[in-house]
């Protein structure tokens, strides 16, 4: 029962403003990659994980991405995946 007491307060883990107007799959893909952490991402391997098409995962990450809730580290490169990550201060802060 604390434990509850406690969450109440907490502020949530992101911003769901941020979100508004997102479809879905950017939704799913940006909680996803947060879930899993830092690192190198496919968009095949997306797109097979989340079983979505290949078009989806590349047109919504591009939507992430230029909302600024997805960071690039690392550009994907011929067979090599990009690496992403889930901006930090941007699910719960600014």
Do not use: H
Not at 2 to 29: M, N, Q, T, W
Not at 70 to 90: D, F
């Amino acid at each position: 029962m604390e434990e509850a007491k406690r969450r109440r307060g907490r502020p949530p883990a992101f911003k769901p403003e941020r979100f508004r107007d997102l479809p879905c799959v950017a939704k799913l893909l940006w909680f996803y990659i947060r879930d899993r952490g830092e690192g190198r991402y496919s968009v095949r391997e997306l797109a097979e994980s989340l079983d979505l098409t290949t078009a989806a995962v590349q047109r919504n990450l591009k939507a992430l991405v230029e909302r600024g809730l997805l960071e690039v580290l690392e550009p994907p490169a011929g067979s090599r995946p990009g690496t992403y990550r889930a901006a930090p201060g941007r699910e719960g802060g600014d």
